[in-house]
């Protein structure tokens, strides 16, 4: 691999940052709105910061691209039910490549780490390549921390428990060490006690 290029690193991270900016849909946070996919990809940057602090270059683009112009494809696009799910979540993972592949090469990066991205948006060999499983260790957490309580307002409680027991599955040993050293509310940490339980 080659060695970390910070001044590469930096502008590619700040073209994903651009990109996502253009989000029409928005997010109340910090007292402010923020463009959705925007606000997703600085808190995956900043979980992996916490969460692998030596993480590779590679990582951190995968990380912050992680939903790069998601809005473009929605889920209202697919059909309803399980399927129309599925088909969506995989499709999304290599638009998300595509996109993220295209900034990459306009800075310079090559083939090869282009496609490393690539994989692990994809989530290419989970629970056996180190990279890919930290990455999803973060995508969990950042949603333990950020988006389960919305999730709540929405669903109940049998559907939520589900969520978080596959949510569980995914997940390495630290990252459930992780995951139980969250800040959470009284009701969210009363929930994930009962959906491990």
């Known amino acids: 691999m080659p060695q970390p290029d910070n001044t590469r690193l930096t502008q590619t991270l700040a073209d994903f940052d651009a990109a996502n900016r253009e989000d029409p849909n928005t997010e109340w946070a910090d007292g402010e709105n923020h463009p959705k996919e925007w606000l997703y990809g600085q808190r995956m940057s900043e979980e992996l910061a916490r969460f692998a602090p030596d993480a590779s270059e590679i990582l951190q683009l995968a990380a912050r691209c992680q939903h790069i112009r998601r809005w473009e494809s929605p889920r209202s696009d697919y059909p309803e039910g399980r399927a129309g799910y599925k088909k969506w979540r995989s499709e999304l993972a290599l638009f998300h490549g595509r996109v993220a592949g295209e900034i990459m090469a306009q800075n310079g990066y090559d083939p090869e780490s282009i496609e490393r991205v690539q994989n692990l948006l994809i989530k290419r060999n989970l629970k056996r390549d180190p990279e890919v499983q930290t990455l999803e260790d973060v995508i969990c957490l950042v949603f ?54």
């Open 144 to 197: 333990l921390r950020h988006y389960l309580d919305g999730f709540a307002q929405k669903h109940d409680e049998a559907k939520l428990i589900d969520i978080i027991q596959k949510t569980w599955r995914k997940m390495s040993p630290q990252g459930h060490e992780a995951a139980l050293k969250l800040p959470m509310s009284a009701p969210m940490q009363a929930l994930v006690g009962k959906a491990l339980s």
